[in-house]
């Protein structure tokens, strides 16, 4: 895995069982915050015909 680039990478989702991994962009309003590996992230909006998720930070405080 690698940190986002331009609001942009790849994420991991555990989906019954499988790790299955997505194209992903941030969301508008979090598309100029850094995103690390290990970050968790929502997902907001998923694209199935492009295999694409829109997510947005967690924040420290949500995950508390």
């Known amino acids: 895995a690698a940190p986002f680039v331009n609001g942009r990478g790849i994420v ?14 941030l969301s508008d309003a979090h598309a100029a915050l850094p995103v690390k590996v290990g970050d968790r992230l929502r997902i907001e909006d998923v694209d199935a015909a492009r295999e694409r998720v829109t997510v947005s ?6 995950l508390s």
Not at 19 to 25: G, P
Not at 57 to 62: L, N
């Open 57 to 62: 930070i967690i924040s420290k405080e949500e």
């Open 12 to 25: 991991s989702i555990n989906r019954e069982g499988r790790l299955v991994q997505l194209s992903a962009r």
